[in-house]
């Protein structure tokens, strides 16, 4: 992981550091990744780039980790602003991934990245409730309309939310890599996550 001299980096400087390693897993997959094209890339002399990571796979290890947490971060910033049912905003966030997926994620990124990493390092969805501290938790159970499901315990709340996550983890790849067409995806989806709502939303008096 990078070093405390990189932690004490400025955010600027961190980002144009970030883009760099993106630039060249842009054009190459990880295992020809090369530290001279990212020093040049970021405009940082040699010896400062050891300064920051120890080798070219911290580097990446680096990258795999900071593209996760900003996803995360999108996706707690969409949770937190949310005000209805967790079922309304899985439909509304997936419906988002699934329009601009292939926009956002570049083609080449996928293919030079994912061989070479723990699929569960990258999904933005794996872990969310643990990525989340305990004010966040609460502003985001307090604003999925928890009253509404038919649960006894945080822990069966954050069980729903895995098995959301699952039915993610199995459909927003698919879409991105094109594999398949996006509207049986999206329509498998929000067929299972209507199952889910079913068995676990209270019935209305």
Do not use: W
């Amino acid at each position: 992981m990078p070093s405390q001299t990189f932690q004490n980096l400025s955010e600027e400087k961190k980002q144009r550091i970030f883009g760099a390693i993106y630039s060249e897993l842009l054009r190459v997959p990880f295992p020809e990744m090369s530290i001279n094209q990212i020093i040049k890339n970021a405009g940082i002399p040699r010896g400062s780039f050891y300064q920051y990571f120890e080798n070219k796979d911290d580097a990446f290890d680096y990258f795999v980790e900071e593209s996760s947490k900003k996803m995360k971060e999108c996706i707690f910033n969409k949770i937190s602003s949310f005000r209805g049912d967790i079922f309304e905003l899985a439909e509304t966030i997936f419906d988002e991934l699934a329009k601009t997926g292939a926009e956002q994620f570049r083609f080449e990124i996928v293919d030079h990245v994912m061989p070479y990493v723990d699929v569960k390092k990258v999904d933005p969805f794996t872990n969310l409730a643990e990525y989340m501290d305990e004010k966040q938790k609460i502003d985001v159970y307090s604003s999925l309309g928890i009253g509404n499901l038919n649960i006894k315990s945080e822990e069966e709340l954050i069980d729903i939310i895995g098995i959301i996550e699952a039915l993610f983890q199995n459909a927003i790849p698919r879409i991105i890599s094109g594999s398949e067409n996006t509207e049986k995806v999206t329509a498998a989806f929000k067929r299972k996550l209507a199952i889910i709502r079913k068995a676990t939303v209270k019935e209305a008096f």
